[in-house]
C-alpha cells in the first residue's frame, strides 16, 4: 500500500468515541463520495459491506463498545482505489487465529465472519501486528 504515491481526491480524517451510530453516519459519509466518483453497485456494495464489517469489529470486538474508547478512522480516495485506516484501542487479535467460519465445524460459530467477508470484498487488506489497525484498498474493477 504506497499511499505517498497516490494522488487522493477525498480524503477524512477523524476519531470518534465507540457508537455504531457515529459509524453509520461516517459510512455514509464515505458512500455519498464513492457515489460521487461513479463508482458501479457492486463496488458500492463492496466498500459498503468493508466499511460496515470493519467498523463493527473495532467498535464492539476491539473496544467492546466502551464509549470511553476511540476509533481512529483515514480514508482517501480517488478515481481507481480507496483506502481506508481504522484502529481501535483494544487489546488486538491474530486474524490468523480465526476459525474458518465455512468450515462444516464452525458453520455455527458467529465470530469470524466479518473478518472473511473484509478479505473478500477489498483488494488488498492488513493488519498490524498487535492486530488493533486494520487498513484496506479497493480498487476499481475495471471490467465494470
Not at 477525498?10 to 465507540?18: A, I, M, Q, R, T
Not at 488486538?92 to 473478500?120: C, Q, Y
Amino acid at each position: 500500500m504506497d499511499l505517498d504515491a497516490q494522488v487522493w481526491s477525498w480524503s477524512k480524517d477523524c476519531s470518534f468515541p465507540s457508537d455504531m451510530n457515529i459509524a453509520h453516519d461516517l459510512i455514509e459519509e464515505v458512500m455519498e463520495q464513492i457515489a460521487l466518483g461513479g463508482w458501479s453497485n457492486k463496488e458500492k456494495f463492496a466498500v459498503n459491506m468493508a466499511l460496515e464489517e470493519a467498523l463493527i469489529n473495532a467498535i464492539q470486538h476491539g473496544n467492546n463498545s466502551d464509549l470511553s474508547k476511540q476509533v481512529h478512522f483515514s480514508c482517501r480516495l480517488n478515481a481507481q482505489r480507496i483506502y481506508v485506516r481504522i484502529e481501535d484501542e483494544g487489546p488486538g487479535f491474530d486474524p490468523n487465529a480465526i476459525p474458518d467460519p465455512t468450515d462444516p465445524e464452525h458453520i455455527m460459530i458467529a465470530s469470524g465472519r466479518g473478518v472473511l467477508l473484509i478479505k473478500n470484498f477489498v483488494s488488498c487488506v492488513r493488519w498490524n501486528e498487535t492486530g488493533n489497525v486494520l487498513e484496506f484498498e479497493k480498487e476499481r474493477d475495471t471490467k465494470t
